[in-house]
Nanobody, 126 residues
Framework: QVQLVESGGGLVQPGGSLRLSCAAS????????IGWFRQAPGKEREGEGV???????????YYEDSVKGRFTISRDDAKNTVYLQMNSLKPDDTAVYYC????????????????WGQGTQVTVSS
């Protein structure tokens, strides 16, 4: 079965950290850029990623301004997994986070429509 599976979400206090994982099964992530997209409570899922990473050969990464310096995206192709390390979390980061196959453009990142995960909830609250 071809799928992306997110994990690592949870409840954390402001200023805390979480690491999200996006594991692929049924296909190899090596050839895909992957992005993290979020849907805040009561809002539509954002059409642009908060962070994306190109293939290992491209070395490209992208971060939305609101997460620069706080989030770090990485990939381990041997484990067929992409990670999002989230530090200094804020209440505004509360959302369901989805990983998806993506296109890393010059100044943004968008889903390419091939694969989506089911999402993992991140709640930042005291």
């Amino acid at each position: 079965q071809v799928q992306l599976v997110e994990s690592g979400g949870g409840l954390v206090q402001p200023g805390g950290s979480l690491r999200l994982s996006c594991a692929a099964s049924g296909f190899t992530l090596d050839y895909y850029a992957i992005g993290w997209f979020r849907q805040a409570p009561g809002k539509e899922r954002e059409g642009e990623g908060v962070s994306c990473i190109g293939t290992t050969s491209s070395g490209r990464t992208y971060y939305e301004d609101s997460v620069k310096g706080r989030f770090t995206i990485s990939r381990d192709d041997a484990k067929n997994t992409v990670y999002l390390q989230m530090n200094s979390l804020k209440p505004d980061d509360t959302a369901v986070y989805y990983c998806a196959a993506a296109l890393v453009l010059h100044n943004r990142c968008v889903p390419d429509g091939k694969y989506w995960g089911q999402g993992t909830q991140v709640t930042v609250s005291s």
